[in-house]
């Protein structure tokens, strides 16, 4: 068979490989993908003072007491907008998480909701927050009774006004765990660290305060002892100049180069970022438009790079009289449905009430299109099995790894069951995470064990 004519020079492909050489190591550093590993579906913000290792067991306590009072979880569960055919399976899965693991990330905060404090208290409560972090860490560790799976403070910003004092906060903070031990000798972590640590740096306005954090972290790393890059941190976005700097350019993608691969997430802060547009406090919320704009160039600016996004929080808490509560719980359900439908995975619950409505809502995300997303996903791979007649749905690869994200994420959550999808899909978990993450499903094969990469972030 005689080779067909061709235009270009046998030698143009390595040329071409020449020229893209930089384009393709670029790519590859700057959007690796998401990892795959879990993401919690909330951060519950809780004054640092206040915290002690009980704290989620109070909250899962509160949250089901709360829902007692309201009729029952099934009764909450329909006034949330949850369909009936969904009902049962989604009330049982909640009832088990509030009794399990009510919070899945606790943030001991030391900035807004902490104020303003003498220096000497600051520091007594870094280090009792450390102590507290490490006590959660050992007792989930040991499996004695519920705590979070991530956990870690929020510091006051790198504004002049309050620079030094949270540098000295994070130092205190993160110093205290590595040196006094107590997660080393549990043999939780050797570095002394817990796994699901977070550090928060709050009200970011410039990639060069980002810098600043990196070095601080580095500078940590050597002075700890600790591996290069094991301190990392989430950014929130509370200020305009972090969507639109003064050189008329959005500054996020220099931020995350100048975070040198530290920064695991972007987080919407709702009401400093509406008050700093100017927007009246009776209609500052995670709707406003001015929110959706904020939310859509964090979206687009993270695409890619696996640094992760998370709404804010709503401030109209279900704790008053029956009609009140009834109306903040179907409000804040609607406000996390309709940023799990946004691609916003992640949200902030301000008070032991929220709980409820935060997994019956996204328990009933994932439940409501699992059966669908497994039949697709079935059909997808025996597409490639000899002998199976064609499906009836013709997904291309990149709309099947959509469906195995979606499907993935029901599985970290525990909406969907391991074995619910073997039996729906016939895929094992380790398969859909290689459809869903095939770059970190590689990467997994000469590195860490799928079990071990959950844990971490």
Known sequence: ??????????????????????????????????????????TCYVPADLVTPGTAREWGEAALAAADAAGGLAVLAGSSGVEERLRQQVVRRTEQKLRTEPVEDLRLDLEDGFGERPDAEEDEVAVHAARTVAAMAVARHRQEGPQPAFAGIRFKCLEAATRDRGLRTLDLFVTTLVREGALAQAGVSEDGLPPGLVLTLPKVSAAPQVEVMAEACRELERALSLPAGRL???????TAPMILGADGICPIPAMLRAGEGRVTALHYGTYDYSASLGVAAEFQSMEHPVADHAKQVMQVAVAGTGVRLSDGSTNVLPVGEDAQRR??????????????????????????HQLPTRYLTNYAFYRRSFDSAAHRLKAYRDRSVPGIEAA???????????????????????AVRETELETATGIGVPELFALAHPKAAAAALTTIPLTSRRQQR
């Open 327 to 352: 109306a903040a719980w179907a409000l804040h359900a609607r406000l996390v449905r309709r940023s799990l439908e946004r691609g916003f995975y992640q949200g902030w619950d301000l008070h032991a």
């Open 1 to 42: 068979m005689s080779t067909p004519p061709t235009g270009l020079p046998a030698s143009f492909g390595r040329r071409a490989e020449e020229l893209l050489a930089g384009t393709d190591a670029a790519l590859d550093r700057l959007f690796p993908g998401d990892d795959g590993s879990r993401q919690p579906v909330h």
């Open 392 to 414: 009836d749905v013709a997904d291309e690869p990149a709309t099947a790894r959509a469906l195995a994200r979606f499907v993935h994420r029901g599985v970290l959550c525990g």
């Open 232 to 238: 990392r941190f989430e950014i929130q976005m509370e």
